[in-house]
């Protein structure tokens, strides 16, 4: 059974900086465009950023851009997420998922459960 | 401001058929494939139908989509009361090499 494992959320205080994890298991990683997808509490879902496979292609939210870095370790079948510059509005659970159709553009066959960012002082 | 626009809420009585509409423009849903997912209360979403038409292994047939120029929808016949949840339509938008959801529907099965 496929599975994502988010892990790294926790309160931060404003202007700071966090790291979030993501570990796959049960399905060849290195194959399929990862993304990360945000709620903020009693929000819709909002797309943060993306990676292709390899990891070569990265693409981002204007509302996130130049402050969070996606990133992978295919060898460790884990995909990341930098978060600097941390604002109150960054508050919200982050999930990360799976492409279903292997590329950055499509859509999301399997989610993690989520992990909790609270940024407040 | 969601650049996919879904109705805030939705409702119908059980058995009964309930559609969801999802607006974009030519540079997400009008150039790209939707998806739908659906959201229970405290659980991560869940993909009921990709390229646009498409359903997973699982899901019933109750559950369709479709797609129309600039605008999709999602429909659900023979309403549960478990199908009480938030349904949102996602794409990719071309313009922002980003993905976009819609801001999300609220389906009360009466």
């Known amino acids: 059974e496929v599975q994502l494992v988010e892990s790294g959320g926790g309160l931060i205080q404003p202007g700071g900086s966090l790291g979030l994890s993501c570990a796959g298991s049960a399905f060849t990683f290195s194959s399929y465009a990862m993304t990360w997808v945000r709620q903020a509490p009693g929000k819709g879902l909002e797309w943060v950023s993306a990676t292709s496979s390899g990891g070569g292609s990265t693409y981002y939210a204007d509302s996130v851009k130049g402050r969070f870095t996606i990133s992978r370790d295919n060898s460790k079948s884990t995909l990341y997420l930098q978060m600097n510059s941390l604002r109150a509005e960054d508050t919200a659970v982050y999930y990360c998922?799976?492409?279903?159709?292997?590329?950055?553009?499509?859509?999301?066959?399997?989610w993690g459960q989520g992990t909790l960012v609270t940024v407040s002082s | 401001q969601s650049v996919l626009t879904q109705p805030p809420s939705v409702s119908a009585a059980p058995g009964q058929k309930v559609t969801i509409s999802c607006s974009g423009g030519?540079?997400?849903?009008?150039?790209?494939?939707v998806s739908w997912y659906q959201q229970l209360p405290g659980t991560a979403p869940k993909v009921l139908i990709y390229?646009?038409?498409k359903r997973p292994s699982g899901i019933p047939d109750r559950f369709s989509g479709s797609k129309s120029g600039t605008s999709a929808t999602l429909g659900i016949t023979g309403l549960q009361t478990g199908d009480e949840a938030d349904y949102y339509c996602a794409t990719w938008d071309s313009s922002l090499s980003a993905g976009v959801f819609g801001g999300g529907t609220k389906l009360t099965v009466l």
């Open positions: 390229d646009n038409n």
């Open positions: 998922a799976k492409s279903g159709s292997g590329y950055s553009s499509g859509w999301f066959d399997y």
């Open positions: 030519s540079s997400n849903i009008g150039n790209n494939y």
